[in-house]
C-alpha cells in the first residue's frame, strides 16, 4: 500500500518471505552501490543473509553496521560512529541505508541517513510487531538523550518499507506481546473495527499466524499512512497517534530505558488516559474497564505500581510536545480521540495516585 505524503510517496509491502525477495519490492534506487545494513547482533544472525540475498539480486553489495540492541543504540554516541563508518566505507549519496530489526534501530538508521551527507535514502526492513505496525511509517527518526526520549531527530521518510510478518515467529513473548499495545492504540483511536479482530481473532493473534497478522499489520499501517499523509510534522492529526505515549515515554525515561517495555509502558499510559477521561468527563464511564479487558487479553499489564507523582510530572513536561502544559491524546469514545492542553494537575495527580503513584 502506499504512504503519501506532500513531495513523496513510497510503499509499504506487507507479506510472508519478503527478505528472500527484497530486490523485487524495493524502488528504482539509480545510481546506488551499496546497502548498509543496519542491525543488532540477535538479528542479524537470524535475517542479515536472507535479506543480503535479496538485495544481492538488485546487484547492491551489502555492509553489515552493527549496533547496539534496543534502546541502547539511540545515543549520539552510536550515532557518531555509524557515520564515521559510512565515511570510512565511502558510501556515497545515492548508496542506501537499510535499517534491519526494531524500532530502536529504524530510529537511529533514519536518523543517520537524514544528517549523513545531508541526507541519503533509506529502506525500512522492521522485524518486529512494534515496528512493522507503527515505527517504520511516517519518516521519524530520532535519538534519545539522557533527559529524554527522542529530543534529537528529523523527519526522513524512507524509499520504501518491507514488513515480513514471518519474522514475528522469532519474536520473544513479551516483545511480541508489547508490539500489540500499539496495534491495540490504533483499535481505540482509529481503526474500532479493529477491535472486533482483537477479539474474534485472538488465538490466532497470540500463535501469530501469519495470515491473521498480514491483515492485522496491513489495517495499522493503513491508519497511520492516512494520519501522516494529512499532518506530515506532526502538528495536528497526527498527535492522536501518541495516545499513551505522554504518560508511556515518561516512564520509559524514568526507567531509563531498561524497565518497562515500550510497549507496557504505552499500555499503561493508554489506561492513565482514559482515567483523565472519565475524570473530565469527556467519555463515558466503563472506558477505563474497557482498557483494562482489552489489554489484560493481549497479555499486558497496565496496572503496574507507579513511580511518584512528582518525578512522573516533571518527566512529562519534558514531552516534545509540550506547550505551555502537558498536551494529552484522550478519547470521547473509542475511535473518537481528541487532542486536550492544559489538564488541571490536580487531576492528573488524582489519576496517578488512583494507579499507584505516591504524592
Known amino acids: 500500500m502506499s504512504v503519501e505524503v506532500p513531495g513523496h510517496t513510497y510503499d509499504a ?91 530502536s534501530v529504524g530510529d537511529l538508521a533514519g536518523f543517520v541517513a537524514a544528517t549523513y551527507m545531508r541526507g541519503v535514502p533509506f529502506v525500512q526492513v522492521p522485524t518486529t510487531l512494534t515496528a512493522q505496525v507503527d515505527a517504520s511509517i511516517g519518516g521519524k527518526t530520532a535519538v534519545n538523550l539522557p533527559e529524554g526520549k527522542n529530543l534529537v531527530g528529523a523527519f526522513h521518510q524512507p524509499v520504501g518499507v518491507l514488513a515480513d510478518v514471518s519474522t514475528l515467529t522469532t519474536l520473544p513473548d513479551r516483545e511480541f506481546r508489547s508490539g500489540l499495545a500499539e496495534v491495540a492504540k490504533y483499535a481505540l483511536t482509529l481503526d474500532a473495527d479493529l477491535l472486533g479482530l482483537l477479539e474474534r481473532e485472538l488465538p490466532e493473534i497470540l500463535a501469530r499466524a501469519p495470515g491473521v497478522m498480514e491483515i492485522l499489520v496491513a489495517r495499522c499501517v493503513r491508519a497511520k499512512a492516512h494520519v501522516v499523509s494529512t499532518d506530515e510534522r506532526d502538528t495536528g492529526d497526527r498527535l492522536v497517534l501518541n495516545y499513551g505515549h505522554t504518560l508511556g515515554h515518561a516512564l520509559e525515561r524514568l526507567d531509563a530505558f531498561g524497565g518497562r517495555s515500550h510497549g507496557e509502558a504505552i499500555a499503561i499510559g493508554m489506561v492513565f488516559a482514559a482515567r483523565l477521561a472519565e475524570a473530565m468527563e469527556l467519555a463515558p464511564s466503563g472506558l477505563v474497564g474497557r ?52 489538564v488541571p494537575e490536580d487531576v492528573l495527580r488524582a489519576s496517578l495516585k488512583e494507579m499507584g503513584a505516591e504524592g
Do not use: C, N, W
Open 291 to 342: 482498557h483494562v479487558r482489552l489489554l489484560a487479553s493481549l497479555g499486558l499489564e497496565p496496572d503496574q505500581r507507579l513511580p511518584p507523582a512528582d518525578e512522573v510530572l516533571a518527566a512529562m513536561r519534558l514531552d516534545k510536545k509540550y506547550a505551555g502544559g502537558v498536551r494529552f491524546v484522550l478519547l470521547e469514545d473509542v475511535g473518537h480521540p481528541r487532542v486536550v492542553e492544559g
Open 13 to 103: 509491502t506487507i507479506g510472508v518471505g519478503l527478505l528472500e525477495r527484497a530486490g523485487e519490492h524495493l524502488p528504482e534506487l539509480a545510481r546506488s552501490e551499496t546497502a548498509f545494513v543496519m542491525a543488532d547482533p540477535t538479528v542479524a544472525d537470524l535475517y542479515l543473509g536472507p535479506l543480503t540475498r535479496g538485495l544481492e539480486g538488485r546487484a547492491l553489495h551489502v555492509v553489515h553496521l552493527g549496533v547496539p540492541e534496543g534502546e541502547a543504540a539511540k545515543s549520539l554516541q552510536t550515532m557518531s560512529a555509524v557515520q564515521r563508518q559510512l565515511a570510512i566505507q565511502e558510501a556515497h549519496r545515492d548508496d542506501v541505508v537499510v535499517a534491519l530489526g526494531g524500532g
